[in-house]
Each structure stands twice: as C-alpha cells, then as structure tokens.
C-alpha cells in the first residue's frame, strides 16, 4: 500500500512549542477579564440590543479558545502514548478550564432572564439571531445549580477527564501478538477470510484485554459514579437524560427507538446470522465469525487503495450533489486528513468540527478494506456537514450527535449504491450485499446492544462498585440478546467491552447511530423513489446547513 496521508495542523498551529499558541492565550485572557468585569451582574437588566452584542462577544471568546482546544486534542489524538503531548494537552485543558468558569456566570444568568422578558429580547435582530442557541442553554434551566457549585462542577471537570485519557493511554500502549501489534490493526484481523487468523487475533486480543483488566474496571466505575453524583445533585430523571437534552430529543423517543429496535433482533439479526452460519457451513458462529466477509464460488474479498477509495467517495458525492464533492475535494487536497496507522494513534474514526474560522479535520485508520472506505466515506460525511454548517457561526454550527449522525450514514449509502452499481461479479456483489447487511446490524442493532451495556451498568453503579466479573456477565448477555442463538457461547469474548471508546469518551452517545440510520433509511428511501431529485437535493443541502439551528424534528 502507498503512503497514506497525515494530516497538515499548521492551518491552526505549528506545534505545541508555537509561541502563537501562548499569544493567543494572552489575548484570551484579556478579552475573558474585560468581559466578566464589564458584564458580570448585569446581564438580567441589560438592554437588549447590549444583549445581543453581549452574545456575539462571548462567541468570539469561545471560538479562539475552541482554536487551542482543537489543536491540543488533534495533536493528542496522533499518539495519546507521547507523555509531552498528553501534558501538554492536560496543560491546555486545564487553562481553557479556567477561562470557561470565570465565563460560566453568562450562561447561568442567561437561565435567570424571565421567560417574558427573555421573549422581549429576541424580538431585536442583535439576539433573535442566536435564538436557537438560547432556547438549548434554557433547556438546562431547571437542572441548573447555584452559581458556586456550578464553577465547583466546571472546575473538576478537567480533573475527571484525566480518567479518559489513562484510559486512552492504556489502549494505546497495547500490543496484541507475538507480532506486537497495535490494537486498531489487531481487530481489522477478525475481518480476515481466513477462519485461523481471526481465531488466533481474537483470542490473542481476548488475552490482551485481560492484562488491563482492573485498571479499566475502576475507570468505568468511577467514570459511571462521578456521573451518578452530578445527575443526581442536578435532578436529572435518568443517566441518559442529560445526553438527551443536548441532543434535543425526548427521553420518550429515546425509549421508543430501543424499544423499536429490540423487538426487531429476532427478524434481522437473530434471523441474518442464522442465515450467515448457514453460508460458512457451520451449525454455529464464533464470535471471531460475527464480522467475517462471505465469499460465494470462493470470490475473492476486494481490497481498495487510499487513492481508489478517493475516487470512489468523491464520483459517488459528486453524482448526489456537485457542492457535497468540491467540498469533500477539499479534505484530499489539502491535507486535512490523517489516515496513516501510527503506533499510540487513537484507534476508530472522527471528523472534528475545529472551528468555522478553520476547517475540519478528519482521523480514520486506513487498511484497505471495503468497511475502511465506507469509514472513510463515513467521516467525510460529517466533514461535509460541519464545513456547510459553519454559516451558522461557531455558538450555533455544533449539531447533535443524533443529527450530526444524519450526514455520515447518508454517505455510506451514496458510496454503496455507488459501489454496488459498478460491480459486474454477482458472487462479490453478493459478498458486498452481505457485508453491507453487517454493517447495519452494526449501526443499529449493534449500537443499541451497546446502549443497553451502558443504562445496566449506570443504574447497577448506583447500588455499589461492580467488578470486573459484573461487566461481563452484562456484556455477554446483552450481546446474546441482540445476536441471537446463532453463536455459541463463549467466555473468551467477555472482555471486548473494554475497548469501546465511546462508553468512556462520551457515555451514552451510541443511540445516536441508531437514531440517524433511522432517519436516513427514510430520507434515502424518499430520494430513490422521487422524480425531482434535485428539490431533494437543495433540501437536503439546506438541511446540512441548519447545524444546530434545527432539530430533528
């Protein structure tokens, strides 16, 4: 395989020794100060034209902070085992962590403006234009605290995240094999055609998992407990409701997508894998099995280079929306991504947003297979989204996770259908068809699996410390419960819990690919059958383009 490309941060800064970085925090810190002694205690009474240009000031602060916080994470993110970037990136933390409590008193004031006079204000243009941004920080009104233990709360919250990244270091420290392999590349194994090489990485990632085994117990017990206690001092009704809230979305619908999804485990993938055994020849999977490629008449799985999965993404955007591919153009050309598989690089995918007075960059782990280009074309999705939703400006470009997830997974279809419209050999089309299937009982089924692994272990922590034992037993079932009989048992597979990032990084995100695929199912199904695809797609564009600004609804 050629070189893959590593992304180019000099767009933001040249390294952590950039003395533009502590310029930068120079001016930070003014601008916070003048802000808080010219602002502090007035902005209840304050008219509303001041208002207004009081908000716009605030953005400005928070984007040139955003600028370090992005870099920092970026630069962390290449190898999370280099002690002086992860200092560096705590350093950077905890001084942004200082700058967003001395500004914490705005938005809690912006939560003490009477509802009527708060209805006043946004008749002026000044501060009607962030009235989406308003109404989600009063949607955390009622579990608002007092202006002390909220500056207590923000204060702790760069100490608590210190958790994460012993955790990140302990994944990314881990060699799996004699042939010491990172963990990211290690797992692309249990995709390999070959039965004994996914049994051998399995059963060797099984044991690597093990060693850490009690150090990542105790981080996602105390992860899961610091959350009970913030919870449970704020009011919120259920561990999830506060994702729930920045999603925008009810508890209620929340509660009807897992519910929707569970009662279709056993017609999708109780009935898909049944059908998968059936295929390989066996009575029962492995669980090495449950991402093995099926190949019919011995078909060879195909293997794309970086440049050909390019190609492919970009005339599948291209024929969908001339304005999605010149963006999407932008990535490749210049350098806005980072693809190459480094030792201590941060293991999955993301597109960060940065901020809309940059760019967005994107961080994928590139091997060749077909999953890595539907990856690719996965994370390009919301590079797309975020690069349309910076008209927004930086308050209102953030989108929920939920509807964030919208562009990502639309993109995978595009490419898909686009891949599945060029192939000529019915057997790879078939093998294509099935890995595609997969990929959706991972995107839906998958996720909810993982979604019911979190509530259980947030409701048991808050009756005790759980062991290690524990989690198992509640990962092992939740998974049998969402795959099905057609696996067999087996205890080897107990601890892969520990490596799903997300149930540390950002508790109780996983729904929202669910959620999206949902929605995306809908939009593409209205789109194949519409005989004006170009109205749909402007509104779709346009869609993008809310950010924030919308909800899913």
Known sequence: MSKLPIWNLKDLFDGIDDPKIEELFKKIDISVNTFVRKNEGRIIEMDDDSFGSCISEYERMCESMAKISAFSFLKYSEDVTNQDIARFNQNVRERLNNFSTKLLFFTLAINKIDDVIMEQKLKFPAAKRYASWLTHVRAFKPYQLSDREEKLLNEKHSVSA?????????????????????????????????????????????????????????????????????????????????????????????????????????????????????????KKLEFWDRNAPISFDNSKEKSYTYDEAKTIILDAFNKFSHEMGDIAQMFFDKNWIHAEINKGKMGGAFAHPVTPSVHPYILVNFTGKARDVMTLAHELGHGVHQWLAYQNGYLMSDTPLNFAETASVFAEILVFDSLIEKETDINVKKSMICEKIEDKINTVIRQVAFHEFECEVHYKRKLGELSSKDLSEIWLKVQKQSLGTAFKDNKNYENYWTYISHFFHSPFYVYSYAFADCIVNSLYKIYSETDNKEKFVINYIDMLKSGGTRTHE
């Open 162 to 282: 210190n958790w994460v990244r012993l955790y990140d270091d302990i994944l990314g420290k881990m060699v799996v094999g004699k042939e010491k392999l990172s963990l990211t590349l290690a797992l692309e194994k249990l995709s390999h055609e070959k039965e004994l090489v996914r049994k051998k990485y399995a059963l060797e990632i099984a044991k690597t998992l093990k060693h850490d085994l009690d150090n990542v117990t105790l981080i996602i017990n105390t992860i899961a407990k610091d959350k009970e206690i913030e919870d449970r001092w704020r009011g919120y009704k259920t561990p999830i409701s506060e994702m729930n809230l920045h999603n925008k979305v009810e508890d209620e619908i929340v509660d009807t997508l897992v519910s929707a999804v569970k009662s279709n485990y056993q017609d999708i993938s109780h009935k898909y894998y049944k059908l998968k055994a059936k295929m390989m020849g066996k």
